[in-house]
């Protein structure tokens, strides 16, 4: 991302927060006013999240675990256990979304997929990552590949995990 589309990208969102307080504040009735503090919150909770996964995204789950372990810790002594049942199961589903996406990508053979791997793991992260993810792997295998080839009728790559395993285990040698 270019320096010029980071800075668009911020003023839009301050924008919209300015533009969000100024309906709260020139609103004529309190219920009005309450609707665009509730736009508010919702606005920034939907930044928050969203910019949770462009860090897991970008940094890796190995580094994210030190950011997981505070938020998990927040979660649990602001709303309690179910709160944090809900922190680890939504952890699972992004970071089990990004792996999967770049299994496939991999499998696919996208050169970006490969760095990404090797710029992120060993083989011994990889294969524990790979255990924990499996089904998700599985999952959007189907959802990515066997849907749209029911669907279009167009070719499909046979889908070994074992095979992409081993591939894994070759491109992350030291």
Known sequence: MKKK???????????????????????????????YIEAIVMFGALLFVF????????????????????FLAMAVSLYG??????????TYVVWGLV???????YHNGVESAVRWFRERYTFRTFSREYKAFYPMIWIFYFLFEYLPHRFTGE?????NPQKLYEQMREDLRP
């Open 51 to 70: 910019s949770v996964v462009v860090i897991v995204a970008a940094l890796g789950f190995h580094s994210f675990a030190l950011f997981m372990a505070l």
């Open 81 to 90: 256990v179910e709160a944090g049942v809900m922190v680890i199961g939504m």
């Open 155 to 159: 070719s499909i790559a046979s889908f």
């Open 5 to 35: 589309d980071q800075l668009y990208f911020i003023l839009a969102v301050v924008g919209a927060f300015f533009l969000l307080l100024a309906g709260a504040w020139t609103s004529p009735t309190f219920a009005e006013e309450q609707s």
């Open 99 to 105: 792996f999967a996406i770049e299994m496939l990508l």
